[in-house]
């Protein structure tokens, strides 16, 4: 089989690719990368990596698997849970996932290895741990060579966090028109002239921004076009590479959506009957993996996760994403992902053939979505009809529980306050049906005195008509987003 069989993000790099087979995600490692790969493995650095938890693990695989003759062995990395990506990550998850990578390339330096890649899309976090995902990023290190990731690092990590941090949050989107890593010159002209106050700052932006572009790595390197690099001035460079990445805060401003819970939503006794609903709910839906669409900060996201059941807390909001984040690591849930994802405008798949990076719905679908507190907001704010609300339920989730919210509920009166009132069809007579036409109601119950309901849904058809709803279609998704995730 040709070369072109590689999944996704995994085409680019000449050093080997990763494939799904049967559900199972392995990763060809190819003849030209056989001396880094043994250097990797003898040096200790591999086993290290994984022992502190900074790397996934892998086995090695029947090299009658590989797709091509190009092939040296096969492995068999270990899946993550869910892909998620740089762009529906939270401050403070960029900012873990950066100091990883600076970390791997410290322990790769006192091994004689070194980072050809510093992607941020080769990190990928399990509950709050960033872990590195690929494992063909490594070789070995030439005395006096440079970096070869030094701007790709600043364009992935360094830029972005400095405009997060220096101007607005909400930069952080720019990764997503940007799958390369923020341009340094766009992002030294966007920040404030007191960054230049930083002096990591200074030298890794600014400056940086005005040099010439390192070489490709793919590209032949020429020994005479730059000055040796000691391997103590490359540990200098790194140290204040994390200088500069730990110097940047961001402390999660007050917002209407991180209060949402202390407002005018439920009462004390409405709020405990809602969380032992969900509960209940629970325990009858499917308990593979939970996504809890506008979670806010996930006061219910926990109750799946408190349970085991591994948890995509996502929401638009930012100061909520950060602040659950920050809980989780308090905390250590390792099974809570907290996600930056706003559902009117989903992650796309994006990148070479539109396939590199998937979209929410392409790394579906999740056993059990909950959907609480958010329908009012996507057919009154976001003029979603009931339909359509219900169809991309369909798509994303087996079982679904979902909060119906009535026009007399002050948090919908609210809504409509500022704007007329177009919607004669809102009313759980049409929500219902419309969702009926989809799933089957298996249990639905008040949750407070204006009439909120909460329903448990099971879909009437497989999830993705494409592909079905079994156990080994949902595996063959799940491998087939995590090999677009490593490039």
Not at 155 to 177: E, I, K, N, T
Not at 385 to 405: D, K, M, Q, S, T
Request: charged share 25%; net charge positive.
């Amino acid at each position: 089989m040709s070369r072109d069989a590689a999944v996704g993000g995994s085409f680019r790099d000449p050093s080997g690719f990763v494939f799904v087979d049967s559900g199972t995600l392995y990763r060809q490692v190819n003849r030209s990368y056989r001396g880094h790969y043994e250097a990797l493995i003898a040096s200790g650095l591999y086993r290290d990596l994984v022992e502190r938890g900074l790397l996934v693990p892998h086995e090695e695989a029947a090299i009658g698997l590989a797709l091509s003759d190009e092939a040296y062995k096969v492995i068999r990395p270990q899946p993550v849970p869910f892909v998620s990506y740089p762009y529906e990550w939270c401050f403070g998850q960029l900012k873990a996932a950066a100091l990883a990578t600076l970390e791997l390339q410290r322990i790769a330096l006192s091994k004689s290895m070194t980072l050809k890649d510093a992607s941020a899309y080769n990190v990928q976090f399990i509950g709050t741990r960033p872990v590195f995902i690929d494992t063909l990023s490594f070789e070995r290190y030439e005395e006096g060579a440079p970096w070869a990731a030094y701007r790709q690092f600043c364009q992935h990590f360094l830029a972005p966090l400095a405009l997060m941090a220096y101007r607005d949050v909400r930069l952080g989107q720019l990764l997503r028109a940007n799958i390369d890593g923020v341009p340094l010159d766009l992002a030294a002209r966007l920040l404030p002239a007191r960054s230049m106050a930083c002096l990591p700052i200074l030298l890794h932006i600014h400056l940086h921004a005005r040099s010439k572009p390192v070489q490709a790595p793919s590209r032949p390197r020429d020994k005479a076009s730059h000055r040796p690099i000691s391997a103590r001035a490359m540990m200098a460079l790194i140290d204040s590479l994390r200088q500069g990445i730990e110097s940047l805060r961001w402390r999660p401003e007050e917002s209407i959506w991180r209060e949402y819970y202390r407002d005018l939503s439920y009462s004390d006794a409405e709020v405990a009957r809602k969380k032992s609903l969900v509960s209940e709910f629970l325990d009858l839906a499917g308990r593979d993996t939970v996504w809890d669409l506008g979670a806010n900060t996930g006061v219910y996201s926990r109750i799946a996760a408190s349970r085991g059941i591994y948890t995509v807390c996502s929401d638009f909001d930012p100061a909520c994403i950060e602040l659950s984040y920050l809980d989780a690591c308090r905390n250590d849930e390792r099974s809570l992902l907290p996600l930056i994802l706003d559902l009117v405008n989903p992650s796309p798949s994006l990148g070479w053939n539109h396939a590199e990076r998937s979209s929410l719905v392409e790394r579906g679908p999740a056993d059990t979505v909950l959907m609480l507190a958010l329908v009012h907001h996507l057919v009154i704010a976001n003029n979603v009809p009931f339909g359509h609300l219900a169809g991309f339920a369909a798509r994303v989730c087996r079982n679904l529980i979902v909060e119906f919210v009535p026009k007399r509920d002050p948090m919908v009166e609210r809504l409509l306050a500022s704007r007329r009132d177009v919607f004669p069809e809102y009313e759980q007579g049409a929500f219902e049906a419309a969702f009926e036409r989809r799933f089957t109601i298996r249990r639905r119950d008040a949750v407070t005195a204006t009439g909120r309901m909460l329903y448990l849904m099971t879909s009437k058809k497989p999830a993705d008509p494409r592909e079905g709803s079994e156990p080994a279609a949902f595996q063959d998704r799940v491998a087939a987003a995590a090999a677009r995730a490593s490039t």
